[in-house]
């Protein structure tokens, strides 16, 4: 995260030590694993939803694997939809809880939902997951009609969606389109970070959902781990009711418009079409070229030429890019846009 | 934990957020995920131990959770040795990763190992868990001899040891046995905790064992939640540092020895021979006493008496304790010594 209110971190992190020091150090009180009641209330004062609907993790990443527990544990192996390219780290995730996860293309406005159909027609997943809001690795946005229609998909066979919400704050062009939740009643699971929007270090994240599914996550959370951190959710709680979370936000939005507009025009010139899809926020491009070389082959020419990226085909579980194509995941929220101009010429000469 | 040191981890927190504010909200960098160095570091030096063996994570459960999975993830369902009686939460935690977990009966003087090699020449297990020093639920210490037993019969078999460690230093009578780390070699993975000598509210924890062990556990902490709490870590270093550890074991032993010896003698006066063992530090007394009821009916007769107890059974996976036989943990720590010697009494009615 490039802009960071450290100053102010440290100012209601220091009050919370003052002020409520036992909160901090001591066990949480029983009843407390759904989470810090200030910090729940203040996350359902931003989502417009009932505080007792969500529970609070250390990260994102580990509410996910606690989800993933859930709705994989006990069973056979489910099998797990998945947009492809999709997080490495959440397929991951799901193949370590015994799913089988498979791959739906992705295209530039968002899953191809007939294709996610055909599956679930053969087998009803355990849970189909996305990333609605500028997607990592692709950038991709669900389109509202996309939304719509994968909610009615859920409904009709009845599955679970795990909707991953870490970038949908950093909107720099557009209106928001709406969480899937909003339209899906019951089988929307919402997750969500302060990672992008506050602070990485505080691990903070959460799920919402049903108020059962909270209470079963956290007592899956208490037998994993007991509480998660007590002085990191207090810092989280201060942060929203002192309007830290908002202006954060404003200003990674600030810093971050430039760099996604230049990144897009520099991409848009030099991969044309190739690039999936112009996100208007975020942090990444994803680009799908045509590529003569084998992938390691073409990261070493990359790695030689200055130019460190993330493998492609990490971001696809199980099936590859079409032959012959290869996936890129560009970030532009931690380069100048000079060096990120610099690096996509740089890739163009890699592919020549 | 009822001797908190309130002031001073206050004071070591809000030097970490002065001195060094982007250590505690920014990720940890690449390559940290083996936890804070600095901290590892410390525990080196309270250990005896090489910094490049020890991984740190958030709280001595989490750790317990990602051993398990490291130690059973793969192959098919293997047997996990435990004492019976032991730490609910760590049987419960070894099932959920598949492990078959079988209770090997628990002595005054530690886990009968006889029966325990009978088990492992029939089958060796994933791991053998142990507590070696006042046990959680029992109080019960392993003997030197054991100790020593126990390491051997791990050589010739080939399996490993985990030795949780939470109570270790809480030692108010005696001298300290050896850690089977300490005995052991390569086989012998230690856990260990801050709960009980510094702060439950840091949520930290850590693992010893090989280089290779520290590396594999934080890949998986990484897939499973990315970096364990930077600012937990921090004053948790700052706080072995300023000595707060020492200091505060100190105080936790000047404030529990007159506890453990008043609990002693009354439950001896009690129950006679049915207390499984004179502690001499931790925070439990284990009784195991005739009883003509079921349990359920035992446990509603105590709380209608106004003690609250952990259910006994629960600490017993798969096999209960002898028909007729009631197990019961009595935590002194919490109590004061007239609290605890008139639950004991009102206890004995109950069984009466």
Excluded at 46 to 60: K, L, Q, T
Excluded at 106 to 124: F, I, K, P, T
């Amino acid at each position: 995260m490039e802009v960071l209110p450290l100053p102010e971190l440290v100012k209601l992190a220091s009050e919370v030590l003052e002020t409520a020091p036992g909160e901090a150090f001591q066990y949480a009180p029983i009843g407390r694993h759904l989470g810090n009641p200030h910090l729940r209330a203040e996350i359902a004062r931003f989502h417009g939803a009932e505080p007792d609907r969500i529970f609070v993790g250390n990260g994102s990443l580990q509410v996910l694997d606690l989800l993933a527990g859930h709705l994989l544990g006990g069973g056979g192996p489910s099998p797990v939809y998945v947009e492809a390219p999709t997080y490495d780290r959440a397929w991951r995730i799901f193949e370590r809880h015994g799913g089988r996860v498979v791959g739906v293309p992705l295209e530039g406005d968002g899953v191809d939902v007939e294709a996610l159909r055909a599956l679930v027609s053969e087998q009803v997943p355990a849970f189909f997951y996305t990333i609605p809001d500028f997607q990592n690795p692709s950038g991709v946005c669900l389109s509202g009609e996309k939304r719509r229609a994968l909610v009615a998909l859920a409904e009709e066979f009845g599955f679970v969606i795990v909707e991953d919400t870490p970038y949908r704050r950093l909107r720099f062009h557009g209106a928001d389109l709406p969480l899937l939740a909003s339209l899906g009643g019951d089988r929307v699971v919402t997750i969500g970070s302060l990672s992008k929007i506050l602070s990485p270090g505080l691990r903070v994240g959460y799920a919402i959902g049903t108020k059962a599914l909270a209470i079963s996550l956290a007592e899956l959370a208490e037998d994993t781990y007991l509480t998660a951190s007590p002085l990191s959710q207090a810092v989280a709680a201060k942060s929203f009711e002192h309007g830290l979370v908002d202006s954060t936000i404003r200003s990674v939005n600030t810093f971050l418009e430039p760099r996604h507009d230049a990144a897009v025009a520099a991409v848009a010139q030099v991969f044309g079409d190739d690039l999936l899809a112009v996100p208007g926020g975020g942090y990444f491009l994803g680009v799908l070229a045509d590529c003569a070389v084998a992938e390691d082959e073409f990261m070493a020419s990359a790695r030689d030429a200055g130019v460190l990226l993330a493998r492609g085909s990490a971001f696809y579980p199980g099936a590859r890019p079409t032959p012959g194509r290869l996936f890129m995941r560009l970030p532009f929220q931690a380069l100048t846009e000079d060096e990120f101009v610099a690096g996509v010429r740089r890739l163009a000469e890699v592919l020549q």
